[in-house]
């Protein structure tokens, strides 16, 4: 793939990336596929955030459990982000409280924000991508 | 100014796509560059050149193929996502080809803006 | 920064999202089925009009046009065309599509 060269060309450039997750998952493949995107850009060495708003929030609960629907369990890999060097994960607190949910609740450490921080998160970056 | 364009859904069934070549459109017509639109999820539906609507309606993926044509766009098609859905090199239109996400990646680290349609 | 909403507040929470988000003096841009909140009657039309207190709200013409709700664009909401959208995505230095 043609990934390897565009990292030459693009060597020296850092811009702030934050991927925002808005939906479940399984029910729609964006999780799946935009975990996909999120993996690429910090091998591009990027300054990479993950927020979680909304039903997005979902995708990282524990005890998920996909044998039964025979698709693909990608929640392990969020476990995983940390050997991306990805480790700028945020929930939104008021999506969390709407869905009865707490950290404890999660599989991977996540720093919760109010409104505000995530609005002002979200504003100060040069790219946002929401799958 | 340059934008890139990412297009998450194919054709038809939503308006992204449309909406998409629009904006594209008028950003060209204002100036702007539109160096690369990028597709991804089921937007990789809109590569196929096999798609025949009816006379009156329009040709989604044609006029992409001519917009690309007029004005030098590199239209592509991430590999993951056409191979999980069966877009191969034989069903591009033309301008289309396949590559990588590291492609839509490069969009976000050197042109000014990135514009999102999706359903 | 620019937000941008695609779908009908009266059926999905896309709209309620992004005004939730959106900082004070932010633009939010309706398009497609989204323009239908910044009409008049819609059920949404509160937080629209409630909203613009703080953000600069516009609507895509052409999909006000092709719904038939060109007409019964809520005071103080801002028409735009495809052009319009252009400028917008310039003039903002990133944005958002609340899909």
Redesign the interface.
Same mark, same amino acid.
């Given at each position: 793939m043609s990934d390897m060269d565009d990292m030459d060309d693009d060597a020296g450039i850092v811009k702030k990336f934050m991927f925002l997750n808005r939906k479940a998952p399984h029910g729609t493949v964006y999780a799946l596929e935009g975990l996909e995107v999120v993996l690429i850009t910090a091998a591009f060495d990027q300054d990479v955030s993950m927020a979680f708003t909304d039903d997005g929030v979902y995708q990282l609960v524990k005890g998920i459990d996909t044998k039964g629907i025979e698709v693909k369990d990608f929640s392990k890999t969020y476990r995983a982000l940390e050997g991306y060097d990805i480790e700028k994960l945020y929930v939104d607190q008021v999506s969390m409280d709407a869905r009865g949910l707490s950290e404890d609740d999660l599989i991977v450490d996540v720093t919760v924000l109010s409104v505000d921080e995530m609005a002002n998160l979200m504003a100060e970056q040069d790219v946002v991508i929401s799958f | 100014?340059q934008?890139g364009i !990412?297009v998450?859904e194919g054709p038809y069934s939503h308006? =992204?796509s449309d #909406?998409a070549y629009?904006?594209a459109? #008028? =950003?060209i017509?204002?100036g702007?560059k539109v160096p690369r639109v990028f597709f991804?999820?089921d937007g990789v539906y809109n590569a196929s050149r096999l798609a025949t609507p009816p006379q009156d309606d329009r040709n989604v993926s044609a006029r992409w193929s001519k917009l690309a044509a007029d004005h030098g766009i590199d239209l592509v098609v991430c590999? =993951? =996502?056409a191979q999980r859905r069966g877009i191969t090199d034989g069903v591009l239109g033309d301008n289309f080809r396949i #590559? @990588? !996400? &590291?492609? !839509?990646?490069?969009m @976000?680290?050197?042109y000014d803006?990135?514009?999102?349609? &999706?359903? | 920064m620019l937000h941008i909403v695609n779908k009908s507040a009266t059926d999905r929470g896309s709209l309620e999202s992004c005004l939730r988000m959106a900082t004070q003096g932010s633009a939010v841009l309706l398009i497609e089925d989204a323009v239908y909140a910044a009409t008049t009657g819609n059920a949404a039309a509160a937080k629209i009009q409630a909203a613009k207190a703080g953000l600069k709200i516009y609507a895509l013409g052409p999909d006000l046009a092709a719904r038939g709700m060109a007409a019964r664009v809520l005071d103080g909401v801002n028409v735009v065309d495809y052009g319009g959208f252009v400028d917008l995505v310039a003039e903002h230095s990133n944005c958002q599509s609340w899909l």
């Open positions: - | 100014m934008f !990412l998450n308006q =992204a #909406s629009l904006f459109r #008028s =950003a017509e204002k702007y991804y999820h590999v =993951a =996502a #590559s @990588g !996400l &590291g492609q !839509l990646v490069e @976000g680290i050197q803006r990135l514009v999102t349609f &999706g359903d | -």
